[in-house]
């Protein structure tokens, strides 16, 4: 009868120390998980900072309408622009929107010269490398723009002609990553923006001009029966707000006002503003 109770007051203390170990054991790896938390929000404070200093920096193209472009008055608007503005307004900072060098936005970004790059920016598996994104808000596609005379309806018709793209943009990527087609083609040139590229289209001193569907329809609206959009494209993408890598709690933040906006109704009026209708993507 002693050696049962001396064999069950052993076991009941083998298990009482192992429930222990394992409470421990627990307890640590529920304190390394809020200490990896916490060193984690004291390393982003990417939010609070743009709101401890009042301004949100919108870095931008400044001809690259609808997105982002100055009106007859020189003022900088666009839907991008209206979209950034409500954005500020319900984070509670004042918007300033700064024009830079397109080729140079992610040095301009990464510098902190600005805190957004925010202006009809294709989201791009190279782009992911360099910056974070925001959820995708419309979606676009890079299409051949030519003179409406033109018999160029492909991307093979664009063989042994002379073609033009903006200066870092997607347009410039996407047609770089089509092999046979930047293969075939008599010369590549490269401009700042793209209200030049289309004059030249125009004055013939080249062939075609990829640029983004959503600006071309939007030059074209603005000069009927000059320019045509050929049947064959580059391939659908998604335009989204560019952000410093690690700047996770502002990236979340604008993404929940972009839903609000969403959902409220906000961000449809303005698509309605720019383009007629909602385009907006959900």
Known sequence: MKKKIMFLFITVMMFS???SGCGKEVAKVDNQSEQQTKISEEKDKSLEAIKKKGVLVLGLDDSFPPMGFRDEKGEIVGFDIDLAKEVAK????ELKVQPIDWDGKVLSL??????VIWNGLTVTEERKKQIGFSKVYLENKQVIVVKSDSDIE????????????QLGSSGEDAL???T????AIKELVKFSNYTEALLDLKAGRVDAV??????ARYYMSKRQGEYKVAKEDFGKEGYAIGFRKGDTAFIDEVDKILDEMKKDGTAAKISQK???KDIVAK
């Open 17 to 19: 120390i192992l429930l």
């Open 90 to 93: 319900r984070m509670g900072v």
């Open 110 to 115: 990464n510098n902190k010269d600005i805190d």
């Open 154 to 165: 492909t991307k093979k018709d664009l063989a042994k002609k002379i073609v033009a793209v």
């Open 176 to 178: 770089n990553a089509d």
């Open 180 to 183: 046979d087609t930047i293969n």
């Open 210 to 215: 990829v640029i983004d569907e959503i600006v």
């Open 274 to 276: 720019w383009f007629g």
